[in-house]
């Protein structure tokens, strides 16, 4: 028989000026944290904008291997 304790993580940093805070909360070990929406998804763009940016990302990386055979 297993036992399920509760566990809890929580931070109290001092974070200086930039008033960064840590919130503490628990949940039990099975329980995962809860979706968070996306502010933005690849799957939610239209076909034509994922590939051009497709397209952006590797004549991106092609020209740092030009540069690098250079």
Known sequence: MTQT?????????AHGAHGHSHHA???GPA???PAQPAPWSIL???VTTRLGAALAASAG???IVWLAMR
Do not use: Q
């Open 25 to 27: 909360h628990s949940h």
């Open 61 to 63: 990386l092609w020209l």
């Open 5 to 13: 304790v509760p566990h809890s993580h929580g931070y109290s940093h």
């Open 31 to 33: 329980a995962p944290h």
């Open 44 to 46: 939610r763009m239209p």
